[in-house]
DNA sequence: CACACTAATGGCACTCGTGGCCAAAAAGGA
DNA sequence: TCCTTTTTGGCCACGAGTGCCATTAGTGTG
């Protein structure tokens, strides 16, 4: 659920023509700054459109929705995504691979975490954003399918793939959720305690009261 | 994902006041019927107040949203749900409990089929109602953690419920999915698939290209 | 330097969902 | 008949989202 708004603007495919007035990264700072200050419902696109100080039109050529902005430009950290999913080792069973990528994704140098806390947070947080959020989701769960159809020789559209997306995105959400309710906690080791607890869960082995206190699972230490 | 339209209306407080116009059920078929028409989104709250015979503003005192009205009384079913799962042996393993409750739950009578899946399809395939029902599916979340939190002796906020409640939804969606997309499936076969094939992923076991022919999993033949 | 060309901007008008407010309607009871 | 109760539904206002199009501010060319 990285989210990516500090990404160079990409370049025109011409130098002509009316240069533009801002950018996705300013247009979202500004929003959050808003967001934060007064609530993401209290907050209008008009608001948005003059602390950015372009026309409330022009927000619209930026992000589809009032929805999108928080965000970001999600749709280009997925490259990364697939990136992370190519990358890992053939001969790794699968459900490892799978983890060690979401796990992979998810991390973030530690300057960059306070604010991915809080962008998380107003996502999660709040309803009009968790319900849209599921359009963003269905497109993470399209790259892991896709992986998962690629080393299994199907279709991405097969029960597997869906099922292996679906149930990562359970475990990511679940881990994002117990994160944000504990300050102290590592988001890494919360995708580790929830990938366990789910296999406590189905194998019916008495699961612990408290996660494994920092304890690493498929994926290097840092 | 069970939901409710035939349900009786529930008797008001006094038989005294001005009589109701409407209900429900009969604003929830008359805006079915446009919905298949003409689509969700061409059409608006006028025509559906048209075709009930009632106020615009009235649809409002019976549905929070027009996104609400396709999920029908979902409140309701959930009471059937909690019941379901709090009617499971205590000795059978967690999660083979919770399994049987979310297949029972999603067991319906023959004749109750085309209609069951014509809303689900409408709810699934519709950018819009699928973003608004992760509000619906947060309450089916809480039934399922309530229930794990009571059987190991935590809270519904611990890691584990919540983890359980995402994953059985995630199971449940990947079902839903392949149903829809295979008119002659049977969806409790598919709950069983997508279970089994979640074990098989985890076991790093071989995972068979096809899901067992009407293999049972955990649930009695009907 | 003036002129065309190009691409982004932003104002305007419109639809639609949603919610507050309140008078009117339609029953029952005294 | 009049009062009480409860629901209805009209009116209005706000905000998101969209199509349309004139305007703007650059670049490239003669």
Redesign the interface.
């Known amino acids: 659920m990285l989210t990516c708004g500090d990404m160079v603007e990409s370049a025109r495919t011409s130098a002509r023509g009316r240069p533009v007035a801002t950018s996705h990264a300013a247009i979202e700072q500004a929003a959050f700054a808003l967001f934060t200050e007064r609530g993401f419902a209290s907050t209008t696109l008009d608001d948005i459109a003059r602390a950015t100080g372009v026309g409330r039109r022009t927000l619209f050529r930026y992000f589809e929705s009032k929805n999108d902005i928080p965000w970001g430009r999600f749709d280009l950290t997925l490259e990364g995504f697939r990136e992370l999913l190519a990358g890992q080792p053939d001969d790794l069973?699968?459900?490892v691979a799978v983890h060690r990528a979401v796990v992979a994704f998810n991390r973030f140098p530690a300057d960059a975490r306070p604010s991915h806390r809080d962008r998380m947070r107003l996502i999660l947080t709040t309803?009009e954003l968790?319900?849209?959020?599921?359009?963003r989701y269905?497109d993470w769960r399209a790259v892991i399918a896709h992986y998962v159809a690629e080393r299994?020789?199907?279709t991405p559209?097969d029960?597997?793939p869906?099922?292996?997306a679906?149930?990562s995105?359970?475990?990511a959400?679940?881990a994002y959720?117990?994160w944000l309710?504990d300050e102290d906690a590592v988001l890494e080791d919360?995708l580790d305690?929830?990938m366990a607890?789910?296999?406590g869960?189905?194998g019916?082995a008495p699961?612990a009261?408290t996660?494994p206190a920092g304890g690493s699972w498929t994926h290097d230490r840092r």
């Open positions: 069973p699968l459900h309803p968790q319900a849209h959020s599921v359009l269905a299994t020789g199907r559209d029960l597997l869906r099922l292996v679906q149930v995105l359970a475990l959400l679940t959720d117990a309710a919360l305690a929830a607890g789910l296999l869960y189905l019916g699961v009261a996660p």
